[in-house]
């Protein structure tokens, strides 16, 4: 996927962690150029004041919505109505709509019916509806994830944090030999993923094997087992094999059943 398009942020600011925005920026500056950046809420309010602090850090523009019925966002609405007149507006090649709410399920796919790339990043409580309708979906539990062997060792069986991460020169680093148990749906979206994306000698580059595990699942994400990418995370499961192969002085892993 080309990762230098421009795509629209629309924050729901009555629904959003503001201690994650910088963590937000960069998980959707891993797929395009987040040009377009609006935070809807009724910055009247002292929810809203969270918010204050660091909006223009990142160069977020407020969007003044008012609750004109007790009880009732109007948000959701507003956020909407903004996305489907920056969608008719053709400035922008995708959206990210940064909420846990299935109120923007609608919006989600009316996004992919114009063939538009759409991402959506909420907390893991965010209804399936919401997450399946983007195609990609980021949990904001994962936004700060420690990749298991960066911060200990495993020898064998046993699992042991390390003294000092120093090492003299001569010491080559630990190999993670950390197996993991996936979840039953986990396993089953790997394992159609992989039948897919297999070449005529059984094996699968791990970027193909990636992007239709996305098709599969939008959610899919290594960092909710510890791992920063996918080639760590096969390399903990133990039915998997991963197999260098370089092109051009690149590593393009290929995965292959043991």
Same mark, same amino acid.
């Given at each position: 996927?080309?990762? /230098?398009?421009?795509? $629209? #942020?629309?924050?729901?600011?009555?629904?959003?962690?503001?201690?994650?925005?910088?963590?937000?920026?960069?998980?959707?500056?891993? !797929?395009?150029?987040? %040009?377009?950046?609006?935070?809807?809420?009724?910055?009247?309010?002292?929810?809203? @004041?969270?918010?204050?602090?660091?909006? @223009?850090?990142?160069?977020?523009?407020? +969007? &003044?919505?008012?609750?004109?019925?007790?009880?009732?966002?109007?948000?959701?609405?507003?956020?909407?109505?903004?996305?489907?007149?920056? *969608?008719?507006?053709?400035?922008?090649?995708?959206?990210?709509?940064?909420?846990?709410?299935?109120? !923007?399920?609608?919006?989600?796919? /009316?996004? /992919?019916?114009?063939?538009?790339?759409?991402?959506?990043?909420?907390?893991?409580?965010?209804?399936?509806? =919401?997450?399946?309708?983007?195609?990609?979906?980021?949990?904001?539990?994962?936004?700060?994830?420690?990749?298991?062997?960066? $911060?200990?060792?495993?020898?064998?069986?046993?699992?042991?944090?390390?003294?000092?991460?120093? &090492?003299?020169?001569?010491?080559?680093?630990? #190999? @993670?030999?950390?197996?993991?148990? *996936? $979840?039953?749906?986990? $396993?089953? %979206?790997?394992?159609?993923?992989?039948?897919?994306?297999? @070449?005529?000698?059984?094996?699968?580059? +791990?970027?193909? *094997?990636?992007?239709?595990?996305?098709? +599969?699942?939008?959610? =899919?994400?290594? /960092?909710? !087992?510890? =791992?920063?990418?996918? %080639?760590?995370?096969?390399?903990?499961?133990?039915? =998997?094999?991963?197999?260098?192969?370089? #092109?051009?002085? *690149?590593?393009?892993?290929? +995965?292959?059943?043991?």
């Amino acid at each position: 996927m080309e990762n /230098r398009f421009n795509i $629209s #942020v629309l924050i729901d600011g009555d629904n959003a962690q503001p201690k994650l925005i910088k963590e937000i920026i960069e998980e959707v500056s891993k !797929y395009g150029k987040a %040009t377009i950046r609006r935070i809807y809420g009724d910055w009247t309010s002292q929810q809203m @004041n969270s918010w204050k602090a660091i909006i @223009n850090q990142h160069s977020i523009s407020p +969007i &003044q919505k008012f609750s004109y019925t007790t009880g009732k966002n109007s948000t959701d609405g507003s956020l909407i109505i903004d996305a489907m007149d920056i *969608l008719h507006g053709k400035n922008t090649e995708g959206f990210c709509i940064v909420s846990s709410d299935s109120d !923007y399920t609608g919006l989600a796919k /009316r996004i /992919r019916e114009e063939g538009l790339f759409v991402m959506g990043i909420g907390e893991k409580k965010t209804p399936t509806a =919401f997450v399946k309708s983007c195609e990609v979906f980021t949990y904001t539990e994962n936004l700060k994830t420690v990749e298991p062997d960066e $911060s200990e060792e495993t020898i064998g069986n046993e699992t042991k944090t390390p003294k000092s991460k120093k &090492q003299t020169p001569s010491k080559k680093a630990k #190999v @993670n030999t950390k197996k993991i148990s *996936l $979840s039953k749906e986990d $396993s089953k %979206t790997i394992d159609k993923a992989f039948d897919i994306s297999i @070449n005529e000698e059984d094996k699968a580059h +791990i970027s193909t *094997l990636g992007l239709n595990i996305r098709k +599969i699942d939008p959610s =899919f994400d290594p /960092r909710s !087992y510890g =791992f920063k990418n996918l %080639t760590k995370l096969f390399e903990s499961i133990d039915k =998997f094999e991963v197999i260098k192969n370089e #092109v051009g002085g *690149l590593n393009h892993p290929l +995965i292959r059943i043991k």
